[in-house]
């Protein structure tokens, strides 16, 4: 299992819905790609539908890519605060009892399957509990 790909493919299904509904409405203006630092407050274009999770989030950066159905537009923000589920206990995890977890026990919690290789600070391939304690 290339658990490399796994962070892109997640941020991938959470911008799709967005990105389709951008692509089918009217394109703003601007077509060249653009970014932003995370202090410019960028303002959504005419006819686009906002994927931001409050009005409060500062975009981080914003980019627009030209595709075969037309123009989209992806802002990042950071995540609101909470916004993660509650973060389960390693034994709840840890379904073979075996005193660690496996990638496919951390698929269990998003948030840990995203950052598996960075939980799994010595690189055996399974986070113990000093590990999982000490990530995050």
């Known amino acids: 299992m290339n658990l490399s790909i796994r962070p892109f493919?997640?941020?991938?299904?959470?911008?799709a819905p967005f990105a389709h509904a951008q692509?089918?409405?009217?394109?703003?203006?601007?077509?060249a790609a653009q970014t932003a630092p995370a202090s410019a407050a960028l303002p959504a274009p005419a006819g686009s539908v906002s994927a931001a999770p409050s009005a409060a989030a500062?975009?981080?950066s914003t980019t627009t890519l030209q595709t075969a159905q037309?123009?989209?537009t992806i802002r990042s923000v950071m995540p609101a605060a909470g916004s993660a589920p509650p973060r389960p206990d390693f034994?709840?995890?840890?379904?073979?009892?075996d005193g660690s977890i496996s990638p496919e026990e951390a698929s269990a919690y998003p948030p840990l399957a995203n950052e598996f290789e960075?939980?799994?600070a010595n690189h055996n391939g399974?986070?113990?509990k000093a590990e999982y304690d000490a990530w995050h």
């Open 9 to 15: 493919a997640l941020a991938l299904a959470l911008v």
């Open 70 to 72: 037309g123009e989209v």
């Open 58 to 60: 500062q975009p981080l």
């Open 126 to 128: 399974k986070v113990s």
């Open 23 to 31: 692509a089918t409405m009217p394109a703003p203006a601007a077509t």
């Open 91 to 97: 034994a709840a995890l840890d379904t073979n009892h």
């Open 118 to 120: 960075l939980a799994d």
